[in-house]
């Protein structure tokens, strides 16, 4: 059937209510109020996908904002001391921090919520003229010719079953644009459409992902050190797998406690979820949260692929900002900061454009921008260190990509740039050839279930709709991934969308979708590259509070 949609015109559409979209839309006024400029925002408000860890760099902000202090800002907690450790099953080693590159250093940042740094910019936007709709998922791009032209939003009331309109079927709108910003964030679902019709990343390394998960912590507040800020290697993940650990103590005796697993891992035994979970019963963990209480969790993929990862950034009518693109700064876990330049970088170039009359061609100023900016010196400095982590392991990296980075601060370099190898889906070992990992129960206390956890991201679907999270081929997960890898979307997945029930012939694979809280992983991770992840109808999803 054809569908017939409403459409609205604009001079900008955005997707994604980020900083980088946010940012775009916020330089777009600044540079002509009479522009019109929409962002459309998959959360049921603005901040309810926002996960970050975070320490902010401030260096966008005073770019797009130079008076954001003087703004009532939730930027209040600077950042007052810098911890490092290598972490041990029962004892910690403190890395000094003379011997880190200057860039390492986080003194001049802040501890925040990005989700309600995010909210705040909205309102900044907003209070500049620009149209926000939250609960607005984007599920497909408009074109012409080979032209993206805009996006459809707002549908509503597929059948479960066949996916085909149902009896309530509201068909959305098209909101078209001389250029479209997606601002989607890390594995994008329209983003990720752009990169392979246009061979975006033709030429290019294949982005490397880690998968972050995050916990609010309300501790007692004779532990509570406002503005200090740590970060832990080494256990419990020894060799199964890279990453690492953040505790950002913020403002209000609260915690942030995360944990990063790189998920290049090649044990398909590995439980992401449950490395995080006993990473808090470390000695020097478990004291600082004993007597605390849990009040919020999250998780979200992170791009790690870097300088030699960035794709192909523009096509005609379509651009790709921020984490669409994979702007983080890996060994600083930093890149909100590069999204922010990102959004005011393609704004400028936009503008440009239509000013001189144009309409759906490559915004190329805005890749010159990125590639040969600050955004690219921030990445290139620091591009050896995840290829290095990688094929050599912790230690390696620890020290080549520490040289590496000193002799980058002079426009030196030992290694040249290292390319990347395999996806991370490719990189996952067969069931076989590994050992299962006997991960201790969670005690209720320190270490908590998936589905008692996911609660606590206040996440929901409406259940009347198809399930958002797509099999190319439903037997795969039971014919191809449970005996070659153990089916590991019952453990890489932390919210526990994915189950096996029965065994043997009787074997079947159930998707809880209503679980989802977005972080991606199953796209990324899944060996056979069956699981697409496409948008929920409306604003279902996570409603994180201030993550």
């Known amino acids: 059937m054809t569908i017939q949609r409403e459409k609205m015109d604009y001079d900008v559409v955005i997707v994604g209510a980020g900083p980088a979209g946010l940012s775009a839309a916020i330089r777009l006024k600044q540079l002509d109020p009479d522009r019109s400029v929409v962002v459309l925002e998959k959360g049921s408000e603005v901040g309810a996908h926002i996960l970050s860890g975070a320490v902010l760099d401030p260096c966008g902000l005073d770019a797009l904002l130079p008076d954001w202090r003087t703004m009532d800002a939730p930027i209040k907690t600077p950042v007052r001391e810098d911890n490092f450790y290598m972490l041990g099953p029962a004892g910690q080693i403190r890395i000094p921090n003379w011997p880190m590159p200057p860039l390492m250093s986080n003194h001049g940042n802040y501890i925040v919520s990005m989700a309600n740094v995010c909210r705040w910019m909205a309102g900044v936007a907003e209070g500049l003229g620009v149209e926000i709709f939250p609960g607005m998922a984007c599920s497909e791009l408009v074109f012409e010719g080979d032209t993206v032209v805009g996006v459809v939003a707002g549908e509503f009331g597929r059948d479960p079953e066949t996916r085909e309109p149902g009896a309530s079927y509201e068909p959305g709108m098209e909101l078209r644009g001389k250029y479209v910003l997606l601002s989607e964030g890390v594995r994008g679902s329209l983003a990720k459409q752009v990169i392979e019709k246009y061979q975006l990343s033709k030429g290019h390394c294949p982005q490397k992902f880690g998968l972050g998960m995050k916990e609010i912590w309300e501790i007692d507040p004779a532990k509570h050190r406002e503005g200090t800020v ?318």
């Open 230 to 547: 740590t970060h832990t290697m080494g256990w419990p993940l020894g060799k199964n797998a890279g990453g690492g650990s953040f505790i950002y103590h913020l403002e209000n005796n609260q915690v942030y406690v995360g944990f990063v697993v790189h998920l290049n891992y090649e044990n398909p035994h590995l439980y992401p979820y449950m490395e995080f979970q006993r990473f808090k019963h470390h000695p020097m963990v478990a004291e600082l949260l004993k007597g605390g209480k849990r009040v919020a969790y999250g998780a979200r993929a992170i791009s790690e692929g870097g300088w030699q990862s960035i794709p192909k950034m523009v096509a005609p009518g379509v651009a790709l900002l921020g984490c669409s693109a994979g702007l983080v700064n890996v060994p600083r876990i930093k890149g909100n900061h590069n999204a922010m330049l990102s959004g005011k970088a393609a704004a400028e170039a936009a503008h440009a454009a239509i000013t001189a009359g144009r309409a759906g061609d490559e915004l190329t100023a805005y890749e010159t921008d990125v590639r040969s900016g600050p955004i690219g010196r921030d990445l290139k400095k620091v591009r050896n260190v995840k290829p290095l982590w990688s094929k050599y392991g912790l230690v390696a990296s620890l020290m080549g990509g520490g040289v590496d980075m000193w002799l980058n601060t002079i426009g030196l370099t030992a290694f040249g740039t290292l390319r990347h190898g395999k996806s991370d889906a490719a990189a996952t070992g067969l069931a076989k050839d590994h050992k299962p990992i006997d991960y201790p129960k969670p005690d209720g206390k320190l270490s908590f279930d998936r589905l008692t956890n996911v609660a606590f991201s206040f996440t929901n679907h409406d259940e009347a709709q198809p399930a958002h999270l797509v099999l190319k081929d439903p037997s795969v997960p039971i014919a191809v991934n449970l005996p070659k890898y153990a089916e590991p979307a019952q453990r890489y997945c932390p919210a526990g969308v994915y189950e096996v029930l029965g065994e043997g012939q009787d074997a079947t694979f159930r998707i809880n979708f209503q679980n989802c809280v977005h972080c991606k992983t199953c796209d990324i991770k899944d060996p056979s590259q069956n699981i697409v992840w496409t948008t929920p109808m409306g604003g279902g999803g996570p409603n994180y509070p201030n993550m």
